[in-house]
């Protein structure tokens, strides 16, 4: 289980695992809008970083980041290289 402080969004947390096929699994936002959040979170599910990052990095909302964004974040240190 990895667990990502977030910084400048509603969600203080994402918790979240990576198999042992580089996919995205079980995850979870701590705060934040919940409905949305719960979107996000069944979409990137058994996807790969590299599928996730492109896609949800950059996207702002307050304070010049957002949850996807964070979320794309988190996931940076698992991109392949």
Known sequence: ??????????????IFDIDSENKIRNV???GGCSGNLQGVAR???????????PLLEGIRC???????????QALKPYLTK
């Open 1 to 14: 289980m990895i667990t990502y402080s977030t910084k400048g969004t509603c969600s203080k947390q994402i």
């Open 28 to 30: 979870k936002f701590i």
């Open 43 to 53: 979409l990137v599910e058994g996807k790969t970083p590299d599928e996730i990052v």
């Open 62 to 72: 307050k304070q010049n980041t957002s949850c996807p964004d964070q979320f794309a």
